[in-house]
């Protein structure tokens, strides 16, 4: 049985820090590219960041340089690191494994992020 399960959402300040880690079990963690999206309230959900199987890394322009993304194939996890934190990261954060020549792509139940004073 595949399960992500994400941690590491919570409430914070604007300017402040979170760690959000996926665990995954299941599936062949080092064959699956992996990301987070984000879905704001009342909007759909959109990719932050991503990282392949090789470990190249993607950020969508609005978190580029505050959010880093990274993956541990020896513990089958996924993190995101974000900085500088702005109320516009509001929203439920949530792992996506792909492999897309197998037509895999799984979930995790997202973790919840509010920024706000």
């Known amino acids: 049985q595949v399960q992500l399960v994400e941690s590491g959402g919570g409430l914070v300040q604007p300017g402040g820090s979170l760690r959000l880690s996926c665990a995954a079990s299941g599936i062949l963690f080092e064959r699956y590219d992996m990301g987070w999206y984000r879905q704001a309230p009342g909007k759909p959900r959109d990719l932050v960041a991503r990282i392949s199987r090789s470990g190249k890394t993607n950020y969508t322009d609005s978190v580029a340089g505050r959010f880093t993304i990274s993956r541990d194939n020896a513990k089958n996890t996924m993190s995101l690191q974000m900085n500088s934190l702005k109320p516009d990261d509001t929203g439920v954060y949530y792992c996506?494994?792909?492999?897309?020549?197998?037509?895999?792509?799984?979930w995790g139940q997202g973790t919840r992020v509010t920024v706000s004073s």
């Open positions: 996506n494994a792909k492999r897309p020549e197998i037509m895999r792509d799984h």
